[in-house]
């Protein structure tokens, strides 16, 4: 799973035991790739790490967003970033994709997303979802700049809701 990936890269094998064990999940669950971790372990294992990392839930939101797209998913979804040339149309796409992904497969609950096109500059994005996750949703806009090698500025409009300025390269 990313996460671990995350956690045992950046601080070794141990913390992320360590984190297992915090968030009450047996050391020897192993986490397939593709499966979809249930609403409850995503959300102990995300506490758990910021526990044990001493990550506030905001960082460590953010940090599982940044690496989840500029190191998971452009291995597990490379032509969805292939097929765009900047992070203003990958975002723009993120509907779309959430849409698709979870047609048709049970137990997935993908978030929606609703836009204000402001041209290539500006993108005004609200994020849609039950679970409320507007730290990791944050992150992982972020994550899209570090993909293409953008510079964004994200300003929050509401809990939900924020505008991305393309600022150029990074
Ligand atoms: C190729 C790119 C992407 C694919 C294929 C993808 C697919 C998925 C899938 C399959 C889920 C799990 C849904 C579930 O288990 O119920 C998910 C969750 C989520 N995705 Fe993506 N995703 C992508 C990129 C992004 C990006 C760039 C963002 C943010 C801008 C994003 C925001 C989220 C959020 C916040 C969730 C958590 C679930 C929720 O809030 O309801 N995703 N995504």
Redesign the pocket.
Known sequence: MCLAELVEKQFGHDAWQQVLEAAGVPATRKFLMIE?TSDSDFENLLLATGQVLEWSEEQTSRAFGEHW?TVF?PRL?AQ??KRVTNAHD??LQ?NG??GR??QGVP?????AFEYEDGGPGRLVMK?C???N?EE??IG??Q??GKAYNERLVINRLAKNKVEVLFAGPA
């Open positions: 979809t797209c998913a979804y969805y970033f990958f975002l993120m994709v959430h992904v979870a137990n997935i609950n993908a978030p994020y979802s039950e679970r996750l990791l949703w992982l806009i994550g899209v």
